[in-house]
């Protein structure tokens, strides 16, 4: 029979036992207690002066456990009277700022010849030094009715999905506090659009919205986990501030900051998921969960309040929520996007176009279904309309002056350029352009505007008049006859001559005089 310690009764059946003669061996023989437990506590009876036969009062039973109580000192073990030796360094390094931990302790110590256990060092830190040891708790009280809401992920299990595969389930769970009164919402994700569509399934199944939501540091809803600083997730910030509730996230890898919904996860797994045959239709887990934990959990008799939790909320708590949602919320996104030389950011694999004064530096970038807004810090630079994948989305304005159309593509632009340098100019242009693919000839076109600022407006005129005339459309071949006409000038001036431009001639004529075949009449 193994040591234990006995109760008042069962020392009090030990000595009866004794005073009536029984010895140790028959009280161990008749399950009583062991042989050396008996001698232990009849031994501590004599050694304290107690009578046996004269009845046990209640000073004299606990004198005879104090009795037993009080083992012989034993002497230190030898690691524990190295680390004694060494107690004021150990401290020293404990107490620092910032203090090193046991494991950094353990092996510095260890260089310095101290061959201890890491567990010996963590129990001598624990009872001499007071590190690591947990004090008292102290019991919360629970909120006011509709005043918070706990929130936490957790596993359910795994489902098969229709190619046999297994798939990984999670569960948002929502507890009000005060109630008890659950709601569970199956997911395969734990982005920000699950956090916030399982919450606005919380909020309708409980008809109202909690003042506070409390939850843990989840990716989805806290940027930056801090006791005292907590960064919010911008996008979850934007939720909270649309159903009226506060954050409040929870400190790191402290559950006892939301113990209402954390023993939730595995009362639901077991109550609700195990045993069951679920495939991966989340519509029919989530109906299934929001059953269960209407009839089900929010039905049963809780085993801390004693109350039915349904019974409870509808009683309290359900005129204290904040109204419901009756719209669903676009989740916006937020993330950062460098202006490129082109003017243009890339977001979700679309372009949006941005002024030039922003080449080069990082925006913010704010996206949901409808709209991408561009922020320079907390100035709004652009507002486009959400384009998908591929498309982009430009505003002409954002390009510096006059360079628009070069990067807009404007056919008209081009023309109405060429026009102006004459009315042959543009004629040839319209030529040029026509066509199913325009774009693949505006290089010639911006070529013959060069053209024009390079020779002259009526040079270039005369000579897309002549290749209008024989039906020769060609930018290449002008320019060569312009260079062709220009170096015989050049000639001409180093010969000592000089060029006269002489005017058009009296009687001359259109291509049209001199066709040689008349057109037949009447269309034979």
């Not at 009578?51 to 109580?69: F, N």
Request: net charge positive; proline share 6%; aromatic share 8%.
């Amino acid at each position: 029979m193994s040591y234990r310690e006995l109760s008042m009764i069962d020392v009090k059946e030990v000595l009866r036992r004794a005073a009536a003669g029984q010895s140790a061996r028959e009280m161990a023989r008749q399950g009583v207690v062991s042989r050396r437990t008996a001698r232990r506590y009849i031994e501590a009876a004599r050694a304290c002066g107690v009578a046996l036969q004269d009845g046990l009062s209640e000073e004299a039973l606990r004198e005879v456990l104090l009795q037993v109580q009080q083992r012989p000192a034993t002497e230190p073990s030898e690691p524990w009277t190295l680390l004694m030796q060494e107690r004021q360094r150990i401290e020293a390094w404990l107490s620092a700022e910032p203090s090193l931990t046991l494991v950094r302790v353990h092996e510095l110590l260890a260089r310095d010849g101290i061959a201890v256990s890491y567990t010996t060092l963590r129990r001598f830190a624990q009872r001499e030094l007071g590190v690591g040891r947990r004090g008292p708790t102290v019991r919360i009280d629970d909120p006011p009715a509709g005043h918070e809401a706990q929130v936490d992920f957790g596993l359910a299990g795994y489902v098969r999905s229709a190619d046999g595969k297994r798939r990984k389930l999670w569960m948002l769970l929502v507890t009000l506090p005060m109630s008890r009164y659950m709601f569970a919402w199956p997911t395969f994700v734990q982005t920000v659009e699950a956090l916030c569509d399982g919450l606005d399934a919380a909020w309708r199944f409980f008809e109202g919205v909690p003042h506070t939501v409390v939850l843990d540091n989840m990716s989805a809803a806290v940027s930056r986990a801090d006791a005292q600083d907590p960064g919010i997730n911008p996008s979850f910030a934007e939720y909270a501030q649309s159903r009226g509730f506060f954050v409040d996230p929870a400190r790191v890898r402290r559950p006892q900051d939301k113990a209402r919904v954390e023993n939730q996860v595995p009362f639901v797994r077991e109550r609700w998921f195990a045993g069951e045959a679920f495939d991966d239709d989340l519509h029919e887990l989530r109906k299934s969960a929001a059953h269960w934990c209407r009839e089900v959990a929010g039905m049963r008799v809780h085993g801390t309040t004693r109350l039915v939790p349904r019974e409870v909320f509808e009683a309290q708590e359900r005129s204290a929520l904040l109204p419901a949602p009756v719209a669903p919320f676009d989740v916006p996104r937020w993330s950062k996007a460098k202006v490129h030389p082109d003017h243009h950011v890339q977001v979700a694999r679309a372009l949006y176009s941005v002024p030039t004064r922003y080449l080069g530096r990082t925006l913010r970038v704010r996206s949901d279904r409808h709209v991408v807004r561009l922020y320079a810090g907390s100035e709004l630079v652009k507002v486009h309309p959400r384009m998908p994948p591929g498309k982009r989305s430009t505003d002409p304005n954002d390009y510096p002056q006059g360079k628009a159309p070069y990067a807009t593509r404007s056919i008209d632009t081009l023309l109405e350029r060429a026009h102006k340098h004459g009315a042959q100019i543009g004629v040839f242009a319209q030529r040029l352009l026509a066509g199913p693919l325009p774009w693949t000839r505006m290089r010639q076109g911006y070529g013959l505007l060069r053209l024009c600022e390079r020779y002259g407006s009526d040079r270039v005129e005369a000579l897309c008049a002549r290749s209008l005339a024989f039906d020769v459309v060609d930018v290449p071949r002008i320019e060569r006859m312009l260079k062709s006409a220009q170096r015989a000038e050049q000639h001409a001036v180093a010969d000592g001559g000089h060029v006269v431009q002489l005017p058009q001639g009296r009687f001359a004529r259109d291509a049209a005089s001199f066709v040689t075949v008349a057109p037949k009449k009447g269309g034979e």
